[in-house]
């Protein structure tokens, strides 16, 4: 029930994400409607609103079929997380042929009513007077090895002392650790990409041209810088805290601090734009060029321009020139990675429990549990005792493993047993629960009863006679 509720809220949020984008396209400010841009006398034009309000009826079909597949999601039990990521997928296709479709409208219908601003087709790119001044004054690149060397601090501990974290779901740390490293790389590239553009003209001083570049470039560098240290400053007190013992303490750190990092980088660039905008517009003998051709199919695809990032149009942030051979291999690249990714983590040990079972095998006093997913081993010198319980009267919170609602696998602690492995089908009716030693306990059962006492008539076997 409680993933059902996280994963609720979680697809929610990303749903919201998509409204609010989606709303950005057609109140973007300096005259942009669905990327494009429009004099301010024209914005009220019947076939401008006519266009908003077919754009804004497909958003609304899609988000509310969205909707409807969160419960789908919510509602499955065995392939959440697959079927999660689908959704996304889906989503993201969606929102990219509707907002594809309706940019063209808008280019289609601007170029036959003759809406344009400034020069056509063409782009400034270079301030030909101070453009070998462009990267003065800019934050230094040295203060991007701050996080880096906050990171490999943290990642040298949490590798020097892996068994101290494999108790505490080793799994749930090495995820969060790599959200936190892949956050960061991704802004530090990013802030290189970005100042290593050209300079744009927003007007004929040269001079009002290099200080708008320079305020844009240096905001950006230091919010990258920022928000890297922060979230790198975040991972380490994590993995400091469970060192110390303070495990939830720790995942709160490493998770809570990357989230409001995340989110004051979004909140940052939108700043970084709206201030951008605000000084475009006070520019004094403004310099207009109207790119809208560049942005007709959706993105930026400009072969004229050989910057690689450029300020979006909607929403917040960066996107690439698609025009180039480089952006276009990084996007496949990222995408086929984040695929396998979600296949391998997710699909496969959902597809490897598709018509297997949970069994024990003895040798030479050791027991190993044959398992899809997280096999283990216990000694029998080791048992204590053993008993058959109520699979429903199994409670406890996964540490390292995976849980749905129809099987528990791996490292799962609970508050009456303590730390344990678990191989628990969810709906049969019975499991092996065998308590170690150590403090520790097994719970193993199979798909059926008669299947489950197969499990206890082989551990009594391999046991000496004992009252159990």
Known sequence: MMLDIILGIT??????????TGRSAVHASDHMVLSM???????????????????????NWMLAVGAAG?????????????????????????YGRIYQTYVGKMYR?????????????????????????????????????????????????????????????????GISILEVLVFTALLLIMRQLFIKKRNKVYSESSEENLKLNRFEKRGFSILAYGVSAAASLGLLGGILAGLAGFWNLGLILTNGVGGLSLAAAILGFYLLQRNMNRLVSEVPRQTLVDEDYYWRKGYYCNPNDPAY?????????????????????????????????VFW??????????????????????????????PSSFSLDQVEKWKMVETGSLK?????G??????????????QMGKGMWYIHRKSPETLLIYLKDGTHIAINQKTEEGTETLLRQLEEWLPQRDS
């Open 402 to 415: 995976l849980g749905t609602g129809s099987y528990s696998i791996g490292h799962f602690s609970s508050d």
């Open 37 to 59: 841009r429009l004099p301010s006398e024209c914005r009220e034009e019947p076939e401008v609103n006519m266009v908003i309000r077919q754009y804004k009826r497909a958003m």
């Open 11 to 20: 697809l929610s949020f990303v749903l919201l994400c998509f409204w609010g």
């Open 309 to 341: 990032l450029v300020t979006k149009r909607t929403g917040v942030g960066m996107e690439m020139n698609m025009a180039h051979k480089g952006p276009a291999i990084i996007v496949t690249a990222f995408t086929a990675a984040v695929l396998i990714f």
């Open 70 to 94: 969160i419960f789908l999601v919510c509602s499955a039990t065995d392939w959440e997380i697959v079927l999660m990521f689908a959704w996304i997928v889906a989503l993201l296709i969606s």
């Open 396 to 400: 406890g919170r996964r540490t390292n």
């Open 109 to 173: 219908l601007k170029m036959e009513r003759g809406w344009t601003i400034g020069k056509t087709h063409f782009t400034i790119l270079v301030d030909t007077v101070l453009s070998g001044d462009k990267d003065q004054q800019l934050p230094a690149w040295q203060w991007g090895l701050l996080p880096v060397i906050l990171e490999a601090v943290a990642l040298g501990i949490y590798l020097v002392n892996p068994g101290v974290f494999v108790e505490e779901g080793l799994g749930r740390w």
């Open 345 to 374: 983590l997710a699909a496969v040990p959902v597809i490897r429990l598709q018509g297997t079972d949970f069994t024990m095998e003895e040798k030479n006093g050791v027991v190993e549990i044959l398992s899809p997913s997280y």
